[in-house]
């Protein structure tokens, strides 16, 4: 294994389990709020924390999510297919998609500049909402690189004629 395939898959690792700590504290939050409702104490901005750290369980848990095949897909149609065939739609799919969320990760690091620059904050907890931003920015990189590791090894595929 290279060691860009290793970094990727160490970064990919670090994120899944800060997802799961994310997922955790939401539901710790969401519950404590709750609690804290039914005696008159709910948590201040708990409503934004939780938003917060949706935004990061759905950006840390894309790349292990894409690298095990985890998405939904519809192959009613090109399970029918040859193996060739199928990779090649593979290799076209997962390009496209290498392109479209790398413009995607450019354009939420320009939006975090921006809104880094504007003082932007949250509403209750005054937090500056440009580091979710960079957070939802660096995921969808690193997603970038998984979906470039993918299809590396989609041609790799292809080159072997493994048509099993």
Same mark, same amino acid.
């Given at each position: 294994?290279?060691?860009? +395939?290793?970094?990727?898959?160490?970064?990919?690792?670090?994120?899944?389990? #800060?997802? =799961?700590? #994310? !997922?955790?504290?939401?539901?710790?939050?969401?519950?404590? +709020?709750?609690?804290?409702?039914?005696?008159?104490?709910?948590?201040?901005?708990?409503?934004?924390? %939780?938003?917060?750290? #949706? %935004? =990061?369980? &759905?950006?840390?848990?894309?790349?292990?999510? /894409?690298? %095990?095949?985890?998405?939904?897909? %519809?192959?009613?149609?090109?399970? !029918?297919?040859?193996?060739?065939?199928?990779?090649?739609? +593979?290799? *076209?799919?997962?390009?496209?998609?290498?392109?479209?969320?790398?413009?995607? &990760?450019?354009?939420?690091?320009? /939006? =975090?500049? +921006?809104?880094?620059?504007?003082?932007? @904050?949250?509403?209750?907890?005054?937090?500056?909402?440009? /580091?979710?931003?960079?957070?939802? &920015?660096?995921?969808?990189? *690193?997603?970038?690189?998984?979906?470039?590791?993918?299809?590396?090894?989609? @041609?790799?595929?292809?080159?072997?004629?493994?048509?099993?």
């Amino acid at each position: 294994m290279t060691f860009p +395939d290793r970094f990727l898959n160490l970064v990919s690792n670090l994120l899944r389990s #800060a997802g =799961a700590l #994310a !997922l955790t504290l939401m539901m710790l939050i969401t519950v404590a +709020d709750v609690a804290g409702r039914f005696f008159k104490h709910p948590i201040f901005g708990s409503v934004e924390i %939780v938003g917060f750290l #949706a %935004v =990061a369980v &759905a950006a840390a848990a894309l790349p292990h999510t /894409y690298k %095990v095949g985890g998405h939904v897909g %519809v192959e009613i149609i090109t399970r !029918l297919f040859p193996r060739k065939i199928r990779l090649l739609l +593979d290799l *076209f799919t997962r390009t496209f998609t290498l392109i479209f969320f790398s413009v995607v &990760a450019w354009q939420m690091f320009v /939006y =975090a500049k +921006d809104l880094r620059q504007a003082g932007e @904050v949250s509403m209750n907890l005054e937090f500056p909402v440009h /580091y979710i931003i960079l957070v939802l &920015a660096v995921s969808l990189a *690193f997603f970038s690189g998984t979906i470039l590791q993918q299809i590396v090894a989609t @041609v790799n595929q292809l080159k072997r004629g493994k048509t099993e």
